[in-house]
């Protein structure tokens, strides 16, 4: 899981830059693309909030369950979820899909607090955003992250909207999709070894991540 460890340090960096370099969208107005790219801002721009109030202080579980607080909501982790057990998903029932679900939630809210103290100001290029499909509606959001010596990494938000809401469900880091990444990882161990063992190799993995996060504070 180590280019998962990787992805999820890169999508942080990726989530602070981006508010620094998109101005206030009008919600009322956006639409598709727009849109999508007003609920990366948003989301960002809290986050950024929540870590300057602390800036300088260790990150600590109340700052890291804010800053998940602010992310959260704009994560659909149920197509997420579908996506990464791709077929899978249909051999699962209701009971297993939901603990996946909160399972998987769980697994990268604490990667994700692991990585805070990743971003150190390095320089970002929005290349833009488009809207990629009408049906289902689905958008990304481009940009580069300049890491120095030459050295730029690409990363792409893929969004989906539903019920009027436009939420992340990929991430794209350096070519490399987060949601295959966990497809092929959990993908074999479902194969072989079947989903109640997925679901307890996964519980096991929040378990190492939170004594991850306890460790770092």
Do not use: C
């Not at 989301?43 to 109340?62: C, D, W």
């Not at 700052?63 to 959260?72: G, H, L, Q, S, T």
């Not at 704009?74 to 297993?96: C, E, G, K, L, P």
Request: glycine share 6%; hydrophobic share 40%.
């Amino acid at each position: 899981m180590h280019m998962a460890h990787r992805q999820h340090k890169l999508w942080i960096l990726a989530a602070f830059v981006l508010s620094f370099l998109l101005g206030q969208t009008a919600y009322a107005t956006a639409s598709g693309a727009q849109a999508a790219s007003a609920v990366v801002q948003n989301m960002t721009h809290n986050v950024l909030q929540i870590l300057q109030k602390n800036e300088g202080k260790p990150v600590t579980p109340a700052v890291k369950k804010e800053v998940a607080d602010a992310i959260v909501p704009h994560i659909d982790f149920n197509t997420m979820s579908a996506y990464v057990m791709a077929s899978y998903w249909r051999q699962m029932d209701v009971a297993q899909r939901k603990e996946f679900t909160q399972l998987f939630q769980e697994l990268l809210v604490k990667t994700y607090s692991n990585a805070l103290n990743q971003y150190h100001g390095q320089d970002v290029k929005v290349e833009g955003s488009q809207q990629i499909s009408q049906n289902p509606p689905v958008a990304q959001v481009n940009m580069d992250i300049d890491q120095g010596q030459g050295k730029t990494i690409p990363v792409i938000y893929a969004l989906i909207e539903n019920n009027k809401q436009w939420q992340i469900y990929n991430i794209y880091v350096d070519g490399v999709s987060l949601v295959l990444n966990y497809r092929q990882a959990f993908g074999n161990i479902a194969g072989q070894h079947g989903i109640p063992a997925l679901l307890h190799e996964l519980k096991s993995k929040v378990a190492d991540a939170g004594t991850q996060t306890a460790h770092a504070s």
